[in-house]
């Protein structure tokens, strides 16, 4: 099977799931869920919709991740409460977040720095860093849409952590700028004694933010140290190219008159539209 019947197999099995999960949820009439049924099933089209709209080449390897990742996020992490049942999964989905926002971010800026028509070429280092960069700002944004979500959706987005003791000038006697220390050994909320029944106190979504910013982190810096090497050794690494859309121009050359990078199989990418004429 070729790449391309692998793609659109892969995003007709998720459409199919997604499809009967959405069928499932509208007989409970779970209408909330439903929504994110038909959400997740236009997620789908993003890497073709953008191929489409930029006239770039999406690698499969990408594309595939960023449809299994709407399908994780969505129909197995919120409907199918995945979040709950395996503590590691938000985790896994931020950590992967981070490695193709770094992906992304570091393809907009080597498709830059590869062209004839800027005077300025930047260093492989550069180049990474502006990856990593790119990937931790979407990841605070997404964290400030969790916020949101929270705030005035009354969701549960920025998932709480129980807590044994606090820290904070807040509770210092001396009204002075050092944190006071407290262990929280005894806690009544509405009549009811939360150590005895959940351990702690909520810290409403706080170490739960840090943790996924960090994990963002870590996949920001993978793929940036890739993405590094793959600059620095250009054109004798593959496994990079999996992961860096490139632009559809002309026979063989890309929006700036450059040649196109080998597919991974070895085979120079195809032009798509016979009738495109490079700019002059």
């Given amino acids: 099977m070729s790449f391309p019947s692998r793609r659109l197999a892969f995003r007709i099995l998720l459409s199919f799931l997604i499809v009967t999960c959405g069928a499932r949820q509208f007989i409970n009439h779970n209408y909330e869920n439903v929504f994110l049924c038909v959400l997740s099933f236009l997620l789908l089209g993003i890497p073709a919709f953008f191929e489409r709209k930029l006239e770039i080449s999406i690698p499969n390897t990408l594309a595939i991740i960023i449809m299994l990742f709407v399908f994780c996020a969505e129909i197995l992490g919120e409907i199918n409460a995945f979040y709950l049942k395996f503590p590691l999964w938000d985790t896994l989905l931020h950590t992967t977040n981070g490695f193709l926002m770094a992906a992304i971010g570091f393809s907009l800026v080597d498709l830059f720095n590869r062209s004839d028509r800027f005077l300025v070429q930047l260093s492989p280092l550069f180049i990474a860093i502006m990856a990593f ?10 964290e400030f849409c969790e916020c949101a979500s929270d705030l005035f959706l009354h969701t549960d987005a920025q998932k709480d952590f129980f807590v044994t003791s606090i820290h904070s000038v807040a509770l210092n006697p001396d009204g002075v700028n050092v944190p006071a220390h407290v262990e929280i050994q005894s806690l009544l909320v509405n009549g009811e004694d939360w150590m005895e029944k ?3 106190y909520l810290d409403i979504g706080l170490l739960d933010t840090m943790k996924d910013l960090f994990v963002n982190f870590i996949g920001a810096v993978v793929f940036s140290v890739i993405g590094y090497v793959y600059v620095k050794r250009r054109g004798q690494t593959t496994f990079a190219r999996r992961f860096i859309p490139t632009v559809f121009r002309g026979d063989h050359l890309d929006s700036f008159g450059n040649p196109l990078p080998e597919d991974p199989d070895g085979k120079m990418l195809q032009k798509r539209d016979a009738n495109f004429r490079p700019k002059k």
Avoid: A, N
């Avoid at 960069?133 to 997404?142: K, P, Q």
């Fill in 198 to 200: 959940y351990g702690g």
């Fill in 133 to 142: 960069c790119f990937s931790m700002t979407i990841g605070v944004l997404w």
